[in-house]
């Protein structure tokens, strides 16, 4: 089985384009993949995403609302399981980042409508655990020493405890390319510009 974890801002045309790769690799693997996707919403990641998409400073506290919002509302929709939350996230992506349209409750709620349970949804939106679940994701963040807001650290089960940190889009596009991902290849990640985690 292969473990990714990856690390995005929720409104970085960077991180979705990651987002996409990765579910693909997902869907098209013969081997187990675990996807989990843990939004990052900091300063740093917030100004590195206004420099790239050449956003007004002026309007940073509005964004890293935004972001914010998006993270909770997120994590809210991981507790009606991983997959639907993956699907809401790139839908409301989707609604901001390519069709320009504000990320409003009437996206929220025909999601859901559609998709699972738009009542639950508000119940856990507004809930102590989403914020709990929101904050051990930027302390996993740090634990992984996360410096770039669209990275993935991948561990292939089959190889004791080895695994990669990938930082950038796209390096992350290459992650189906990996030697080190099929299952009994030795782990060879000296060509890669990554960090080793054991």
């Not at 989990?36 to 506290?61: D, G, H």
């Not at 996230?89 to 009437?106: D, H, R, V």
């Not at 999601?111 to 949804?121: E, L, N, V």
């Not at 004791?160 to 299952?183: C, D, H, K, R």
């Amino acid at each position: 089985m292969i473990e990714i974890y990856l690390f995005v801002n929720p409104l970085d045309r960077r991180s979705v384009e990651a987002e996409e790769t990765l579910l693909a690799f997902s869907n098209d693997s013969t081997e187990k993949i675990n996807l989990t996707i843990l939004p990052i919403v900091n300063q740093k990641s917030v100004t590195a995403a206004l420099a790239f998409q050449r956003i007004p400073l002026e309007v940073r506290n509005t964004y890293m609302n935004l972001a914010y919002k998006m993270a909770l509302d997120f994590k809210a929709a991981q507790i009606q399981g991983k997959k639907i939350a993956r699907e809401f996230l790139l839908t409301a992506q989707y609604e901001i980042l390519a069709t320009k349209q504000p990320y409003c409750e009437s996206v929220v709620e025909n999601f859901f409508t559609k998709h699972g349970d738009y009542s639950m949804f508000l119940e856990d939106r507004s809930s102590e655990l989403v914020k709990e679940l929101f904050w051990n994701d930027q302390q996993t963040a740090r634990n992984f020493h996360i410096s770039c807001e669209t990275s993935a650290v991948v561990y292939n089960c089959t190889h004791e405890g080895a695994g990669l940190l990938i930082e950038g889009s796209e390096t992350i596009q290459q992650i189906p390319q990996l030697n080190y991902l099929q299952p009994h290849c030795p782990l060879n990640a000296s060509k890669q510009k990554n960090k080793a985690y054991n």
